[in-house]
Protein backbone atom coordinates (compact mmCIF):
# COMPACT_ATOMS: atom_id res chain seq x y z
CA UNK A 1 0.00 0.00 0.00
CA UNK A 2 2.82 2.08 0.27
CA UNK A 3 3.06 3.35 -3.22
CA UNK A 4 -0.44 3.99 -3.39
CA UNK A 5 0.16 6.91 -1.00
CA UNK A 6 2.36 9.08 1.68
CA UNK A 7 0.85 11.18 4.46
CA UNK A 8 0.97 14.88 3.59
CA UNK A 9 1.36 17.19 6.16
CA UNK A 10 -0.01 18.13 9.31
CA UNK A 11 -3.71 18.31 7.58
CA UNK A 12 -3.54 14.40 7.55
CA UNK A 13 -4.65 14.49 3.67
CA UNK A 14 -3.77 11.44 1.40
CA UNK A 15 -2.00 11.26 -1.27
CA UNK A 16 -3.11 8.68 -3.94
CA UNK A 17 -2.26 8.51 -6.96
CA UNK A 18 -5.52 8.87 -9.13
CA UNK A 19 -6.21 6.44 -12.33
CA UNK A 20 -5.91 6.85 -15.17
CA UNK A 21 -9.63 7.14 -15.73
CA UNK A 22 -10.43 8.79 -12.91
CA UNK A 23 -11.93 12.01 -14.94
CA UNK A 24 -15.02 9.42 -15.58
CA UNK A 25 -18.21 10.71 -14.61
CA UNK A 26 -19.59 6.71 -12.95
CA UNK A 27 -16.45 7.33 -10.66
CA UNK A 28 -17.89 10.66 -9.74
CA UNK A 29 -21.55 9.27 -8.95
CA UNK A 30 -19.58 6.57 -6.70
CA UNK A 31 -17.90 8.07 -5.28
CA UNK A 32 -20.44 10.56 -3.59
CA UNK A 33 -22.31 7.39 -1.74
CA UNK A 34 -19.25 6.09 -0.38
CA UNK A 35 -19.90 6.01 3.92
CA UNK A 36 -18.22 8.61 6.47
CA UNK A 37 -16.86 4.98 8.07
CA UNK A 38 -16.05 1.42 8.11
CA UNK A 39 -15.08 -0.82 10.06
CA UNK A 40 -14.17 2.47 12.99
CA UNK A 41 -11.86 3.61 10.06
CA UNK A 42 -13.10 7.41 9.27
CA UNK A 43 -13.03 8.25 5.89
CA UNK A 44 -10.20 10.87 4.92
CA UNK A 45 -9.54 13.69 2.74
CA UNK A 46 -7.62 12.84 -0.59
CA UNK A 47 -6.01 15.22 -2.95
CA UNK A 48 -6.61 13.38 -6.07
CA UNK A 49 -10.11 12.63 -8.27
CA UNK A 50 -12.41 9.64 -7.68
CA UNK A 51 -10.17 8.47 -4.41
CA UNK A 52 -10.85 7.62 -0.74
CA UNK A 53 -9.13 6.57 2.19
CA UNK A 54 -10.34 4.94 5.72
CA UNK A 55 -8.12 5.25 8.28
CA UNK A 56 -5.07 7.31 9.95
CA UNK A 57 -2.52 5.86 8.66
CA UNK A 58 -4.63 4.24 5.77
CA UNK A 59 -6.30 1.31 6.83
CA UNK A 60 -8.16 1.36 2.95
CA UNK A 61 -7.65 2.84 -0.13
CA UNK A 62 -10.53 2.98 -2.77
CA UNK A 63 -9.09 4.42 -6.86
CA UNK A 64 -12.16 4.32 -9.08
CA UNK A 65 -10.82 4.59 -13.36
CA UNK A 66 -8.64 1.41 -12.61
CA UNK A 67 -8.24 -0.19 -16.16
CA UNK A 68 -11.14 -3.14 -15.99
CA UNK A 69 -8.70 -6.42 -15.61
CA UNK A 70 -9.42 -8.74 -18.59
CA UNK A 71 -10.74 -12.47 -17.89
CA UNK A 72 -9.06 -14.18 -14.75
CA UNK A 73 -7.91 -17.22 -12.76
CA UNK A 74 -7.95 -15.19 -9.81
CA UNK A 75 -11.15 -16.14 -7.20
CA UNK A 76 -14.06 -14.29 -7.58
CA UNK A 77 -16.17 -13.09 -4.98
CA UNK A 78 -19.72 -11.90 -5.59
CA UNK A 79 -21.29 -9.54 -3.29
CA UNK A 80 -24.69 -7.69 -3.75
CA UNK A 81 -24.37 -8.39 -7.44
CA UNK A 82 -20.98 -6.46 -7.84
CA UNK A 83 -18.39 -9.39 -8.82
CA UNK A 84 -14.90 -8.65 -7.43
CA UNK A 85 -11.35 -10.57 -8.45
CA UNK A 86 -9.41 -10.73 -5.36
CA UNK A 87 -5.44 -11.17 -5.60
CA UNK A 88 -4.29 -11.75 -1.82
CA UNK A 89 -0.72 -10.33 -1.00
CA UNK A 90 1.62 -10.64 1.79
CA UNK A 91 0.44 -7.29 3.30
CA UNK A 92 -1.94 -6.02 1.36
CA UNK A 93 -5.08 -7.53 -0.44
CA UNK A 94 -5.88 -5.97 -3.44
CA UNK A 95 -10.17 -6.51 -4.77
CA UNK A 96 -11.21 -4.88 -8.06
CA UNK A 97 -14.38 -4.57 -9.80
CA UNK A 98 -14.99 -6.96 -12.44
CA UNK A 99 -17.34 -6.23 -15.37
CA UNK A 100 -17.51 -2.77 -14.66
CA UNK A 101 -16.21 0.24 -16.75
CA UNK A 102 -14.46 2.19 -15.28
CA UNK A 103 -13.00 -0.48 -12.80
CA UNK A 104 -12.68 0.67 -8.91
CA UNK A 105 -9.59 -0.95 -6.66
CA UNK A 106 -9.74 -1.63 -3.38
CA UNK A 107 -6.17 -2.00 -1.40
CA UNK A 108 -6.84 -2.67 2.46
CA UNK A 109 -4.91 -5.35 5.24
CA UNK A 110 -7.69 -7.95 6.20
CA UNK A 111 -5.98 -7.97 9.55
CA UNK A 112 -7.31 -4.29 10.14
CA UNK A 113 -10.04 -4.84 8.15
CA UNK A 114 -12.01 -7.82 7.20
CA UNK A 115 -12.33 -8.53 3.06
CA UNK A 116 -16.27 -9.40 4.50
CA UNK A 117 -17.21 -5.95 5.91
CA UNK A 118 -15.11 -4.08 2.94
CA UNK A 119 -17.15 -6.03 0.58
CA UNK A 120 -20.66 -5.52 2.39
CA UNK A 121 -19.84 -1.62 2.92
CA UNK A 122 -18.33 -0.83 -0.88
CA UNK A 123 -20.53 -2.63 -2.98
CA UNK A 124 -23.67 -0.43 -3.47
CA UNK A 125 -21.44 2.27 -4.28
CA UNK A 126 -19.56 0.38 -7.12
CA UNK A 127 -23.17 -1.37 -8.06
CA UNK A 128 -23.28 2.78 -9.44
CA UNK A 129 -21.26 1.94 -12.28
CA UNK A 130 -23.44 -0.78 -14.24
CA UNK A 131 -21.94 -4.11 -15.30
CA UNK A 132 -21.10 -4.86 -18.50
CA UNK A 133 -19.93 -9.00 -17.87
CA UNK A 134 -19.86 -10.97 -14.85
CA UNK A 135 -17.65 -13.22 -13.53
CA UNK A 136 -18.46 -16.85 -14.81
CA UNK A 137 -16.87 -19.15 -11.47
CA UNK A 138 -17.64 -17.27 -8.70
CA UNK A 139 -16.11 -18.50 -5.87
CA UNK A 140 -18.64 -16.73 -3.46
CA UNK A 141 -21.90 -15.03 -3.70
CA UNK A 142 -23.07 -13.17 -0.75
CA UNK A 143 -26.61 -11.03 -0.30
CA UNK A 144 -26.16 -8.03 2.43
CA UNK A 145 -28.40 -6.26 3.40
Do not use: H
Not at 61 to 86: F, Y
Not at 97 to 111: C, H, M, Q, S, W
Not at 140 to 145: A, F, L, Q, R
Amino acid sequence: MAGLFVLSGCASIANVQPADDAGNPLCAEMVVVLPPEISDQPKRQTNSQATAVWGDPAQLVLRCGVTPPPPSTDPCVSVNGVDWLAKEGDEAWTLTTYGRIPATELVFDPNVIPSSTVLATLSSAAAKIPAERTCTNVSKSVDVP
